[in-house]
């Protein structure tokens, strides 16, 4: 099995629960709330947004289409695309467990500090919908932001420009039934050693989303919210990933074949 079926969540319970119906239907938006009224730069501004009725498939945006337009202080909007998410709960002494009823999301990271705007539409087969928008501060802050590639020197930088060496290693996988506490492990040691750079996998085995058990369309919402849960257990350590989205099984009828 998988490592989150060995990690005790039911395959079951990992698919989200759909009605069979050919369509969305009776689709309402409802209440969107902002996480915090002001964030630092680049950090993450998270809205949760309430959608009710029968969604057949939430990953499907012919079906439901959630997003945000995020007006900086100067220059344009930024669309964000929204997505359907569900919590879960690890007490390291027992199961991941779900918490809570799924949800949908929005996160963005601004890019500039001052006052921003926002503004939610949801757009179903039957119409478009919108939410009252709001604002909120993003305060100045010490953060470097994204690593980008400079295209002019072909070197790695920060959004804010100073460069950026990568030093780190390839980590893949994690062990099965056991990843979340061996890659923090992996993080604690690293971050040791001065590192701040690893490589994932989202493999079949691992951390992919789309897989042979959830069926083409559809995602693993367990393995959605450890890969969130990483993400943000390395942050504190300084490190940054390089995530690769497929692995060479996927091209493969022969070498590792996940055709």
């Known amino acids: 099995g998988t ?10 319970q990992r698919r989200h629960a759909t009605a069979q119906g050919p369509t969305a239907s009776g689709v309402r ?9 002001a964030v630092d730069l680049f ?16 990953y499907d945006p012919e079906e439901v289409d959630l997003e945000a337009l995020f007006h900086p202080p100067k220059g344009p ?3 964000v695309t929204g997505f359907y998410y569900q ?19 929005i996160r963005f990271t601004p890019r500039q500090a001052g006052q921003w705007s926002y503004a939610v539409r949801v757009k179903t087969p039957r119409g478009v919908q919108t939410a009252p928008g ?83 369309g559809r995602y693993d919402q367990l393995r959605a919210w450890q890969l969130d849960y990483l993400l943000e257990r390395s942050e504190p350590a300084g490190i ?8 060479h099984g996927s091209f493969s009828r022969t070498q590792d074949p996940e055709w």
């Open 134 to 216: 709001g604002t909120f501060d993003v305060r100045p802050s010490s953060r470097r932001g994204f690593v980008e590639l400079d295209r002019q020197s072909g070197y790695l930088r920060f959004t804010t420009g100073q460069p950026f060496i990568p030093i780190g290693e390839n980590l893949a996988w994690g062990p099965s039934g056991q990843a979340l506490a061996a890659y923090e492990r992996w993080f604690r040691e690293l971050a040791r050693q001065h590192a701040n750079y690893i490589r994932v996998w989202m493999a079949p085995w691992s951390l992919r989303l789309e897989t042979k058990e959830t069926g083409l």
């Open 240 to 247: 940054f990933w390089q995530l690769c989205l497929l692995e």
């Open 29 to 37: 938006l409802g209440k969107v709330t902002l996480e915090r009224p």
């Open 77 to 79: 909007p930024v669309r």
């Open 3 to 12: 490592s989150a079926q060995q990690e005790g969540v039911p395959a079951a």
């Open 43 to 58: 950090t993450r501004c998270e809205l949760t947004v309430e959608l009710t009725g029968i969604i057949r498939n939430p």
């Open 87 to 105: 919590p879960f709960r690890w007490d390291r002494q027992h199961d991941i467990e779900p918490l809570g009823h799924p949800t949908w999301k």
